[in-house]
Nanobody, 121 residues
């Protein structure tokens, strides 16, 4: 009933930038917190950045000052602007959101399929 579709990943050189997008679609009544996670090869999935419906943000220490999360509530879309990328940012980036669908009283958690970001020269 709800799909999260990420886009914008790819290969970039160290110091470069990428902008990820995640669009939610389906029978959506509202979206609460939206979060970007990432999972590097051989490592556990970790939170990169999160944003509430009111626009409050939180970042992992490793990305503070380099990544910016934002959202467009009218488009049910969350973005992750990634600047000054480092090889250690290489990972699959996943979108996560708490979504309330129409005719249902509570929020459910959904995941996107992930988009690969590779930082290499």
């Amino acid at each position: 009933q709800v799909q999260l579709v990420e886009s914008g990943g790819g290969l970039v050189q160290p110091g470069g930038s990428l902008r990820l997008s995640c669009a939610a679609s389906g029978s959506i009544f509202g979206i609460n917190t939206m979060t970007w996670y990432r999972q590097a090869p051989g490592k556990e999935r970790e939170l990169a950045a999160t944003i509430t419906s009111a626009g409050s943000t939180n970042y992992a220490e490793s990305v503070k000052g380099r990544f910016t999360i934002s959202r467009d509530n009218a488009k049910n879309t969350v973005y992750l602007q990634m600047n000054s990328l480092k090889p250690e940012d290489t990972a699959v980036y996943y979108c996560n959101a708490d979504v309330r669908i129409r005719l249902w009283p509570s929020y459910r958690n959904y995941w996107g399929q992930g988009t690969q970001v590779t930082v290499s020269s």
